[in-house]
C-alpha cells in the first residue's frame, strides 16, 4: 500500500471513530431522556390508580351516590383503567358486577373494546374478548367466533368463556365444534359448562357425538362424565356399537360407564384383541358387574397379558359378598397356573394391605 | 539499567524479524484481520438494528405488561426443574424463591444430583419433606434415581435424589418426573423474578408453534435479597461484577434478540428456560457428558425441526427475568468462561451437519456460521490480531498513528454497541434505578476495553484449547458467596 493510500485509509478510520463517538453519545442521552420519561409514566400510573381505585369500589357499594361526571383519561390511562375494571370484576358477583357492567356503559368501553379486538396488540384483543364477555355485549358475539376457532389456545378458551356468557345456546355449538382441539384441556372445557343450565348442556352435548368421529366422541364422552356421569351413558353405548375397534375411545369408554344397563355390551368385549380393553373391561366388571360375571373374570385370569390377570384377580376379590371360602372354590376349579398364581399374589396382596391399615 | 536492557531486547527483536522474510505473509494477513473486524461489526451492528426493532414492537404488543389474573384459569401449566449438586447454601432460600411465584398452576422439582454436602438435608428440614411411592416413567435415560420426596407443607414441591449423573442428566430426571407440558429449567443458585413464568409463558399463548423461549438473566451481585425474593436491585460495587453486567446485557439484549427475530437462537440460558416437554421428549432430552448442555438442546431442536420441515418457533423475550451470582474473582470467572467456550464448541461440533444444511435456513446459513467464526473461533483469531499488531510494532512495521486510529476505532465500536444494550435495557425492563447507575454503566462499557476484553478473550482461547483436546466436562460448579440471597 503506498503512502497516500495509508494515509487516506487513516483518515477515514479517524472519521469514523468521530462518528462512533457522537452516535455513542446520542444514545447515552436517549437512554438518560428514557428513564425520565419512565418515571414520569410510572408516576401517572401511581396516580391513576390512586385516583380509579376509589372509583370503582364506590360503584360496587354505593352506585347512587355516582351521579358526577368521571374524571378525564388519557389514552394510556384509560388501558389502565380498563385492567383495574376487568380485574375487580373477576372478584365479584351478582349485583355488584352489573353495577361495574354499568361503569363500563359510562366509560363508553363497547366500541373502544370492539376496536380492540381488530387490532395487533395481544394483551388488548384479550382485553377486549374478556370485557365484551363480561358486559354481555350481544353484537359483539360474531366477532368473537373467529377467535374460538383461533389457534392460540388462550384465544380460543377467553373467547369461548366470553360467547358462554353472552349466549350460551349460541355459543354451545360453537365450541363443541372445536372438542378435536388437543390443546383445549376436557377439564377446562367442562369448567366453562359446568354452571350453564343442565339440561342445555346434555342436549348439546348428546346432539355433537351424533356426528362426532371417535376421538371427539371419546372427549365428549369425558366431558360429560365429568358434568353428569349419568348422561354420558348414552354417549357410551354409542361409542361401543359404532366404533368396537376404537381401543382409545373404548378404555374411555369403559373407564366411564357408571350404569349395568351397559353390561350387556361391555361382556362382548371380552375377547377384544387389544389387551389395554380388557384391562379396562376387568375393571369395569368390578365396578357394575354382579356374581354372574365371575366366569368372565375367571376366563380373563388366564389372559395373554399380565395386567389383564391382575385387574381380573383384583375384580374378583372386590366382587360383592366373596368370601374366603369362594375364593378357595374357584383356585381350586382353575387349572392354568398362571392364573393361580396372579389370584394368589392379589389375595396376598389385600391381606398384607390390610394388616397394614390395622 | 532496566531500561537499557528493554531497548536492546526490542532492537534485538528487531533485528531478528528483519531477517525473517516475513514480508509476503504480512499484507494477507493484515487483511484477514481487518476483514474479520468488519464483518465482526457488520454482523453485531445488524444484530442491534433488528434487536432495537424487535423491542419496538415488544413493547408495542405488551403495553399492558401483565396478562390479568383474570386469565388465569387458562394459562398452561408449567414444572420448574431445579437441579441441584452441592448447593447447601443457596439452595433453601432459591427454592423458597420459586415456591412464591406468581403462576396459577406450576410445580417445583429439584433434582438433587448426588451432591456430596447437606443439600438434601437442607431441603429435608426447610421442606418438611418425605419419602413418596411415586414412581415416574424413563422417557429420558438417567442415573439411578434413589428417592422421590415430597413436601408436606408444599404440595408443589417434589424433590428427587438421584445418583450423580451431571445437570443434563438431572434435568432428564426432572423431565420424567414432571407432570405439565411445559417445564421452566432454572438453576439452583438462581432466583425469579416473581411474574417471570407469567411473562415468559407469552410466547406460548400467541404462537402456537413456540417449543422454547428463553428469559434475560441479570447479575444478582449487590442486589437486595430476603427470603429469596429481591428487594432492590442495585448495582454491586466491584468492578469485576459491574463489567459482566454490561456484558450480560450486550449479550442478552441485542445478541440473542437479534437472533430469536430470525428464529435463529441458538442458545436458551440454562439459568432460564421454558420448553415443550413432548419435543424435548422427542429429541432425546439433554445430552449427557457436555458442558453446554443448554445451547446443545436448543442447537438440536433447531437441527431436528428445520430437518423435518416442521413449522416451529424458538423465542427470547426480553423482560422476565432470572437473577444470578456473577464471579467476583478473576480465577472463578476464568474457570467460567473456559467451561463457556467448551460448551459452545461442544455444541456446534454435535451438530455440524446444520451449517449449510440446504434446510437449515437462518440457523444453518447465518446464525450457526457467526457462532462458529466470531464466538467459538474468534478468540483465536482476536489473539492473533493482537500478536499481530506486537509483532509489527517491534519490526518498526506500523506507523503509531494508525495503529492508533485503528484502536480508538475498534473500542469506539466496542463502546458503541454496549451503549445500544442500554437504551435496549431502559426500552424493556430496567431494574437499575437513577440516572446515576446508568452513567456507571457507561463508564463500565469503556473501561471493559482495557485489560478486562483481552482477558476474555485469553481465557475463551484457553476453551478453545481443552475442548481440542478433547478434556473431560463435569458439573460446572463455581465459587460463590451466596451473600446476595439473604442481604437486609
Avoid at chain 1, 358475539?141 to 392460540?152: E, G, N, Q, S, T
Avoid at chain 2, 512495521?397 to 435495557?425: H, K, N, R
Amino acid at each position: 500500500m503506498s503512502d497516500t493510500h495509508s494515509d487516506v485509509i487513516v483518515q477515514l478510520v479517524w472519521y469514523s471513530s468521530a462518528v462512533l463517538l457522537l452516535i455513542t453519545l446520542l444514545l447515552l442521552v436517549l437512554t438518560l431522556f428514557m428513564h425520565y420519561e419512565r418515571r414520569q409514566r410510572d408516576k401517572s400510573r401511581q396516580q391513576a390508580t390512586e385516583q380509579w381505585t376509589p372509583i370503582l369500589f364506590s360503584w360496587i357499594y354505593s352506585p347512587d351516590e355516582n351521579t358526577g361526571p368521571l374524571p378525564q383519561l388519557t389514552a394510556e390511562g384509560f388501558g389502565f383503567v380498563v385492567q383495574l375494571w376487568l380485574q375487580l370484576e373477576q372478584t365479584v358477583r351478582g349485583s355488584a358486577s352489573s353495577r361495574l357492567a354499568g361503569l363500563a356503559q359510562q366509560l363508553n368501553l363497547i366500541p373502544v373494546m370492539k376496536q380492540w379486538l381488530h387490532g395487533y396488540s395481544t394483551d388488548k384483543k384479550l382485553t377486549a374478548i374478556m370485557a365484551l364477555g363480561i358486559v354481555q355485549e350481544k353484537s359483539a358475539f360474531a366477532d368473537l367466533i373467529p377467535h374460538v376457532l383461533d389457534k392460540r389456545t388462550i384465544f380460543s378458551l377467553v373467547a369461548a368463556r366470553a360467547l358462554l356468557a353472552i349466549d350460551p345456546k349460541l355459543g354451545l355449538p360453537v365450541i363443541l365444534s372445536q372438542i378435536h382441539r388437543d390443546d383445549w384441556s376436557v377439564s377446562r372445557l367442562a369448567g366453562l359448562l359446568v354452571r350453564l343450565p343442565h339440561d342445555l348442556m346434555v342436549r348439546s352435548i348428546t346432539d355433537c357425538a351424533e356426528k362426532a368421529t371417535a376421538k371427539e366422541l371419546r372427549r365428549l364422552i369425558k366431558l360429560m362424565h365429568i358434568l353428569s356421569p349419568i348422561d354420558s351413558q348414552p354417549l357410551i353405548q354409542q361409542a361401543l356399537e359404532h366404533y368396537p375397534n376404537e381401543m382409545e375411545l373404548l378404555t374411555t369408554a369403559f373407564a366411564s360407564a357408571v350404569s349395568p344397563d351397559l353390561l350387556p355390551l361391555l361382556r362382548q368385549q371380552v375377547d377384544n384383541p387389544q389387551w389395554e380393553v380388557r384391562v379396562q373391561l376387568a375393571k369395569a366388571l368390578a365396578r357394575l358387574g354382579d356374581r354372574s360375571d365371575a366366569p368372565l373374570l375367571l376366563k380373563m385370569l388366564s389372559d395373554s397379558n399380565w395386567w389383564v390377570r391382575y385387574r381380573a384377580a383384583q375384580s374378583l376379590i372386590a366382587m360383592p359378598g366373596v368370601e374366603d371360602e369362594q375364593l378357595q372354590q374357584w383356585q381350586q376349579q382353575l387349572t392354568d397356573p398362571f392364573a393361580i398364581a396372579i389370584l394368589l399374589q392379589v389375595k396376598e396382596e389385600q391381606q398384607r394391605q390390610q394388616q397394614g391399615r390395622t | 539499567m532496566a531500561n537499557d536492557w528493554l531497548q536492546q531486547s526490542i532492537e534485538w527483536m528487531h533485528q531478528w524479524i528483519q531477517q525473517l522474510d516475513l514480508a509476503p505473509w504480512l499484507v494477507p494477513l493484515q487483511w484477514l484481520l481487518v476483514g474479520y473486524f468488519v464483518c465482526l461489526s457488520a454482523g453485531y451492528l445488524i444484530l442491534n438494528l433488528v434487536a432495537l426493532l424487535v423491542m419496538r414492537s415488544h413493547i408495542q404488543s405488551a403495553r399492558t405488561e401483565l396478562l390479568p389474573a383474570s386469565y388465569a384459569s387458562f394459562l398452561t401449566p408449567i414444572s420448574v426443574l431445579v437441579p441441584a449438586y452441592n448447593e447447601q447454601e443457596t439452595i433453601g432460600s432459591s427454592v423458597l424463591s420459586l415456591l412464591q411465584l406468581t403462576y396459577p398452576e406450576y410445580e417445583v422439582i429439584v433434582i438433587n444430583d448426588g451432591s456430596k454436602d447437606e443439600t438434601l438435608q437442607v431441603l429435608k428440614d426447610s421442606f418438611a419433606l418425605t419419602l413418596s411411592s411415586a414412581t415416574c416413567p424413563l422417557r429420558l435415560p438417567c442415573q439411578q434415581i434413589r428417592g422421590i420426596y415430597q413436601s408436606s407443607r408444599y404440595p408443589n414441591l417434589k424433590v428427587i435424589d438421584k445418583a450423580n449423573g451431571g445437570k443434563a442428566d438431572a434435568l432428564n430426571a426432572g423431565v420424567n418426573l414432571s407432570r405439565f407440558p411445559l417445564f421452566c429449567g432454572v438453576d439452583a443458585d438462581s432466583i425469579l423474578q416473581r411474574d417471570s413464568l407469567l411473562r415468559i409463558i407469552r410466547p406460548f399463548l400467541e404462537d402456537p408453534t413456540a417449543i422454547a423461549a428463553g428469559g434475560t438473566v441479570r447479575i444478582a451481585n449487590g442486589c437486595q435479597v430476603k427470603d429469596g425474593l429481591l428487594l432492590k436491585a442495585a448495582l454491586p460495587n466491584k468492578i469485576l461484577p459491574q463489567l459482566q453486567i454490561v456484558e450480560y446485557l450486550r449479550g442478552f439484549l441485542f445478541g440473542r434478540l437479534g437472533w430469536s427475530s430470525l428464529n435463529a437462537l441458538l442458545i436458551i440460558s440454562g439459568a432460564f428456560g421454558l420448553f415443550r416437554k413432548d419435543l424435548v421428549i422427542e429429541v432425546g432430552g439433554y445430552r449427557h457428558k457436555t458442558i453446554g448442555e443448554d445451547m446443545e438442546l436448543v442447537v438440536r431442536m433447531h437441527k431436528h425441526m428445520r430437518l423435518n420441515n416442521r413449522k416451529y418457533r424458538i423465542y427470547f423475550i426480553p423482560d422476565p427475568v432470572c437473577w444470578t451470582e456473577a464471579p467476583e474473582d478473576l480465577a472463578t470467572l476464568a474457570q467460567q468462561r473456559v467451561r463457556w467456550q467448551r460448551g459452545l464448541l461442544e455444541s456446534l461440533s454435535a451438530n455440524m451437519s446444520l451449517l449449510f444444511h440446504r434446510k437449515s435456513g437462518a440457523v444453518g446459513w447465518l446464525a450457526f456460521p457467526f457462532a462458529l467464526l466470531f464466538e467459538a473461533l474468534g478468540p483465536a483469531l482476536e489473539v492473533l490480531g493482537y500478536l499481530f499488531m506486537l509483532f509489527t510494532w517491534l519490526a518498526g512495521w506500523l506507523d503509531p498513528a494508525a495503529l492508533l486510529a485503528f484502536l480508538v476505532v475498534t473500542i469506539g465500536f466496542g463502546i458503541l454497541i454496549s451503549v445500544v444494550a442500554l437504551v435496549l435495557e431502559e426500552m424493556s425492563y430496567p431494574v437499575y434505578p437513577g440516572g446515576r447507575s446508568i452513567m456507571r454503566l457507561f463508564l463500565m462499557a469503556v473501561l471493559e476495553n482495557f485489560g478486562y476484553r483481552q482477558l476474555n478473550s485469553w481465557w475463551r482461547l484457553k476453551g478453545l484449547w481443552l475442548w481440542a483436546r478433547n478434556s473431560k466436562s463435569s458439573w460446572g460448579t463455581m465459587k460463590r458467596s451466596g451473600k446476595w440471597q439473604n442481604t437486609k
